[in-house]
């Protein structure tokens, strides 16, 4: 057995690894259309810091490949099977407010503060100087060891998407791109649309509704699918209550359930405004959706044939409805948990489509083609048909799994830490494994400085985790 103390390694290089990421992180690795061209199909920034860290591997005496600057990889030791270690050099953009210069990676603190501290470039540096040591000890290997670098994991993942189209997948693997001990299981995620355009609508011959008191003109809730609307706005035509009515009705459903909001006059128009908690739409149970919300008190109105169809829908299936209980496709699993729904963006206007999208994030224990089939019917009812406009299928490795066990105890050995399993309602790159499982960087009860103002990474923490992917990287490939 080869025993190394893998820390006092990693400190050997701390000074070289610290100065190396610096370098690394100074680089605005941020999705560029401006300067896309034919081998930087994301843009300089992003082909700048690609050519960095296929620099240090191959300097470090890896052999490397440039894909077409979608991607990149960095390969040493010898075997038929292969162990991935796959990361992004690409960033998302800084926006405003830091205290320190986005892309000076000073260290303030005992920290590295910059713009992919701890997302992604920070842990890659460590992998790859984990990767180093292995290689300066001499250690003998059985298996390839292959870095592979993506450039667009912050927008739609075109990288390892186009990467894998040509190149070896590897046996098994890991990303240092989110949290220790050890993510190993991550739902499905469906972005999907109910649309009824104008003529569906009118395809369900509704007769007209009586004693209508006012029309549903439009309705806006919500931009992206994954978050849970924090405003709404919809604009009703008074018919059978006159405006002061409806305002009076309104003001006294805000004070009734301590929501807020305002109703406005315009242009003999009713315009009710209405504010909510917006969260994650992973757990959309923490939020307060200020679309559904405002259908809610619509419901109380009698509205034109068309508003009431859609309000009604929606009250019944998506306001307050987290889980999909309503809609009967509710489903709870003991390892990763429940299905979510979340009704992220929501628009009506009544000359023309109606639509809700929908972000659905669902265990490995019920099939897709099952709950969305039972939504699509439960929407029919209303002249709406399912579009899907993005589906991850869901992710999983074996607990007993090699991968998982291995990483486990090396986790535990470096920290003293028993190394749970996590399964998550995101996603991470490594999905985009046959078998891959998330491994750090973030250490538990530390917070997660990623897409923040100020992001950062501790150096100690650097430290601690070059020292543990060495290790790993020993252990999965001896």
Same mark, same amino acid.
């Given at each position: 057995m080869t025993s190394v103390n893998w820390l006092e390694e990693t400190n050997k290089r701390k000074e070289e690894l610290i100065a190396t990421t610096q370098q690394f992180l100074q680089i605005k690795?941020?999705?560029?259309?401006?300067?896309?061209?034919?081998?930087?199909?994301?843009?300089e920034g992003i082909r700048q810091a690609l050519d960095f860290a296929l620099g240090v591997c191959e300097k470090a005496g890896m052999t490397t490949k440039d894909v077409r600057g979608y991607a990149g990889h960095a390969e040493f030791g010898q075997g038929e099977e292969l162990i991935?270690?796959?990361?992004?050099?690409?960033?998302?953009?800084?926006?405003?407010?830091?205290?320190?210069?986005?892309?000076?990676?000073?260290?303030?603190?005992?920290?590295?503060?910059?713009?992919?501290?701890?997302?992604?470039?920070?842990?890659?540096?460590?992998?790859?100087?984990?990767?180093?040591?292995?290689?300066?000890?001499?250690?003998?290997?059985?298996?390839?060891?292959?870095?592979?670098?993506?450039?667009?994991?912050?927008?739609?993942?075109?990288?390892?998407?186009?990467?894998?189209?040509?190149?070896?997948?590897?046996?098994?693997?890991? $990303?240092?791109?989110?949290?220790?001990?050890?993510?190993?299981?991550?739902?499905?995620?469906?972005?999907?649309?109910?649309?009824? $355009?104008?003529?569906?609508?009118?395809? !369900?011959?509704?007769?007209?509704?009586?004693?209508?008191?006012?029309?549903?003109?439009?309705?806006?809730?919500? =931009?992206?699918?994954?978050?849970?609307?924090?405003?709404?706005?919809?604009?009703?035509?008074?018919?059978?209550?006159?405006?002061?009515?409806?305002?009076?009705?309104?003001?006294?459903?805000?004070?009734?359930?301590?929501?807020?909001?305002?109703?406005?006059?315009?242009?003999? !128009?009713?315009?009710?405004?209405?504010?909510?908690?917006?969260?994650?739409?992973?757990?959309?149970?923490?939020?307060?959706?200020?679309?559904?919300? =405002?259908?809610?008190?619509?419901?109380?109105?009698? !509205?034109?044939?068309?508003?009431?169809?859609f309000v009604g829908l929606a009250d019944r299936y998506l306001h307050k409805q987290y889980y999909g209980e309503a809609l009967g496709i509710a489903h709870?699993?003991?390892?990763?948990?429940? =299905?979510?729904?979340? $009704?992220?963006?929501?628009?009506?206007?009544?000359?023309?489509?109606? !639509?809700?999208?929908l972000n659905i994030r669902y265990p490995h224990s019920v099939a897709f083609e099952k709950w969305s089939a039972i939504l699509a019917e439960r929407f029919s009812e209303g002249a709406f048909s399912l579009e899907v406009a993005e589906h991850l299928t869901p992710h999983r490795v074996d607990p007993n799994h090699p991968l998982v066990t291995t990483l486990q105890r090396v986790y535990t050995e470096q920290t003293g830490e028993e190394a749970g399993i996590i399964a998550i309602g995101g996603a991470t790159y490594g999905r985009s494994l046959d078998v891959g499982v998330a491994f750090g960087p973030l250490f538990p009860g530390r917070p997660d400085s990623a897409h923040q103002r100020d992001e950062y990474i501790f150096v100690d923490d650097l430290i601690k985790a070059t020292a543990i992917y060495a290790q790993a990287i020993y252990e999965l490939a001896k």
């Open positions: 690795s941020v999705l560029d259309p401006e300067s896309v061209r034919e081998g930087a199909p994301f843009g991935g270690i796959l990361s992004h050099v690409d960033v998302v953009p800084e926006g405003d407010g830091w205290s320190t210069p986005p892309y000076a990676a000073e260290i303030v603190d005992g920290r590295i503060v910059a713009r992919g501290a701890i997302d992604d470039k920070g842990p890659t540096m460590a992998a790859i100087f984990a990767a180093k040591i292995v290689m300066e000890l001499g250690l003998p290997l059985s298996k390839r060891v292959r870095f592979i670098f993506g450039t667009d994991e912050e927008s739609s993942w075109q990288c390892v998407n186009t990467y894998f189209e040509t190149e070896e997948m590897p046996t098994m693997g890991f $990303t240092p791109d989110a949290d220790f001990p050890l993510i190993y299981a991550e739902k499905g995620l469906t972005d999907l649309s109910l649309r009824q $355009t104008l003529e569906s609508f009118q395809s !369900l011959g509704k007769p007209a509704a009586e004693n209508v008191e006012a029309k549903l003109v439009s309705l806006q809730a919500g =931009l992206r699918m994954n978050m849970v609307p924090d405003k709404a706005i919809a604009t009703l035509a008074p018919i059978g209550l006159n405006s002061e009515a409806i305002a009076q009705s309104y003001r006294q459903h805000l004070d009734a359930t301590g929501l807020k909001g305002k109703v406005e006059e315009q242009d003999g !128009l009713v315009v009710l405004h209405m504010e909510g908690v917006s969260v994650h739409g992973m757990d959309p149970s923490k939020g307060v959706n200020a679309g559904t919300e =405002l259908i809610h008190f619509l419901r109380t109105l009698s !509205l034109d044939e068309r508003g009431a169809v709870d699993d003991a390892e990763m948990g429940a =299905l979510t729904l979340n $009704t992220g963006v929501i628009e009506y206007d009544e000359k023309q489509d109606a !639509l809700f999208r």
